[in-house]
């Protein structure tokens, strides 16, 4: 069985599986526009992607991931979700408990309540082209309205809050985000254009303890590289079990 598709709280999830499997787990948390349905997801349906899911099952990692309500921008209820998706993967396969985390895009947005709610199981965490905060996401789609617009109303649908408080909440958020939460971490920033470049240096300004954080820069040209990156950095994680 290659993968396995199944249901929880309404939302679909996917378990990978190698044909050897290591008993070494990740999971994934995809960008805007990652999905998981009935039979497929979106990681399996994207070329580039689909190169990193096999180079990880070749080198014997179980893979899982869940839709996570869609474009959920971090919300509580997500978060929550991933946490039940873990807790039932532990259970129904064979499985060291402490997982390595890949996310991206808004997928970090989880990833970072999950280093604070779940440090004791997670092992590593690797994060693609992170957005670590609505509020400064949004500070750089103000100048292009349609989108700004768009994407305040996913995020006040998956919050489940009128827009203008939300917004307004948001925007008195702190202006620095942590990742010392005693999990090691990777930023890889895929270059690929003027925003990701940008949203590069933003993050060296916003996140507190980054010095103590591994960061690569990859070339739009040199994505084939991102598989054998995320695995040399998982395994060097894995010593102790």
């Known amino acids: 069985m290659e993968n396995r598709n199944f249901q929880m709280d309404t939302e679909w999830n996917i378990i990978h599986y190698p044909e050897k499997p290591t008993g070494f787990g990740i999971l994934i948390i995809g960008d805007e526009r990652h999905f998981v349905d009935e039979n497929k997801c979106f ?8 190169a990193i899911i096999n180079q ?34 532990i259970r129904s396969e064979i499985l060291n408990n402490k997982i390595h985390i890949l996310a991206e895009g ?11 709610k779940m440090k004791g199981n997670l092992r590593s965490v690797i994060l693609l082209n992170p ?3 609505l509020k400064h996401h949004l500070e ?38 942590t990742l010392d939460f005693g999990i090691s971490v990777k930023i890889c920033h895929v270059l690929s254009g003027g925003k990701a470049y940008n949203q590069s240096k933003l993050i060296q300004k916003m996140v507190g303890n980054i010095d103590k954080i591994e960061t690569s820069y990859i070339l739009p040209e040199k994505k084939q590289q991102l598989g054998r990156m995320i695995i040399k950095f998982f395994k060097s994680h894995e010593a102790v079990l």
């Open 43 to 50: 990681w399996s349906q994207n070329e580039g992607k689909l």
């Open 140 to 177: 750089q789609e103000k100048e292009h309205k349609f989108f700004y617009k768009k994407v305040m109303k996913e995020i006040a649908v998956s919050y489940h809050k009128e827009q203008g408080k939300l917004e307004s909440d948001i925007f008195s958020m702190e202006d620095s985000v």
């Open 56 to 89: 990880l099952k070749e080198t014997g990692y179980t893979i899982f991931s869940s839709n996570l309500y869609g474009r959920h921008w971090g919300s509580e209820s997500a978060v929550e979700l991933a946490q039940k998706l873990y807790h039932h993967v």
């Open 131 to 133: 957005i670590l905060s």
């Open 106 to 116: 808004m997928g970090a947005l989880i990833a970072v309540k999950l280093m604070e």
